[in-house]
């Protein structure tokens, strides 16, 4: 039996349920997971924020498939100031070169980044950036997921990630989910939101 799960992984959890480094898990969620289950893609250990979680192998291949285009919510708090009519941003909605392990360089899709207003409401978190030094909030609405792409997007303009929480994907939303916290979906429910065919 397939069953749907979706966290908020906190910061510095790594989104596998083994590993060789000495740092927090997803079974340190002390959840009683059924055999087989698995992060569908991953958030880096510095990321946090919505993870999808099942035994269904299926749903991994075809959320990430390179056809699927689907759409990733990310709030993003940044370095320094970033100007709402500036170079940075027009440079990280339009496309830019980072450096894929591996695969040298690539140049990143189009995609939707604004500037937002810090989220209420969002979880205090060990290490935070120093609320007085000159820092941005920023959107991004990605339809790809390369590794730290994000990071190196805002590495590239010069406004290094100090917070990364991705909050949606599709019409699944992380909402009031608190770091560490699951909840179940059955699948049609997950589906829909994910737009995803049964």
């Not at 596998?16 to 959840?31: E, I, R, T, W």
């Not at 939707?112 to 209420?120: D, R």
Request: with cysteine.
């Amino acid at each position: 039996m397939y069953r749907y799960f979706v966290i908020y992984k906190p910061y510095k959890m790594i989104s596998q349920f083994v590993s060789p480094y000495k740092q927090p898990l997803l079974g340190d969620l002390n959840y009683p997971f059924p055999e087989g289950t698995n992060a569908v893609g991953r958030l880096d250990e510095d990321s946090e924020g919505l993870l999808i979680l099942t035994n269904d192998r299926s749903l991994t291949k075809r959320l990430l498939h390179p056809d699927r285009k689907h759409k990733r919510n990310y709030v993003v708090q940044v370095e320094r100031k970033v100007e709402a009519e500036g170079e940075a941003l027009l440079k990280l909605r339009t496309g830019l070169d980072i450096l894929i392990k591996k695969r040298g360089t690539y140049h990143t899709l189009s995609c939707e980044v604004n500037l937002i207003e810090k989220p209420e409401g969002l979880p205090p978190r060990d290490h935070e950036f120093k609320a007085f030094l000159p820092h941005s909030w920023l959107e991004f609405v990605l339809t790809e997921g390369k590794n730290r792409q994000i990071r190196k997007m805002c590495s590239a303009v010069r406004h290094d990630c100090k917070r990364l929480i991705r909050t949606k994907i599709e019409n699944l939303e992380l909402g009031t989910m608190q770091p560490g916290e699951v909840k179940e979906f059955d699948q049609k429910e997950l589906f829909d939101l994910l737009l995803l065919e049964e």
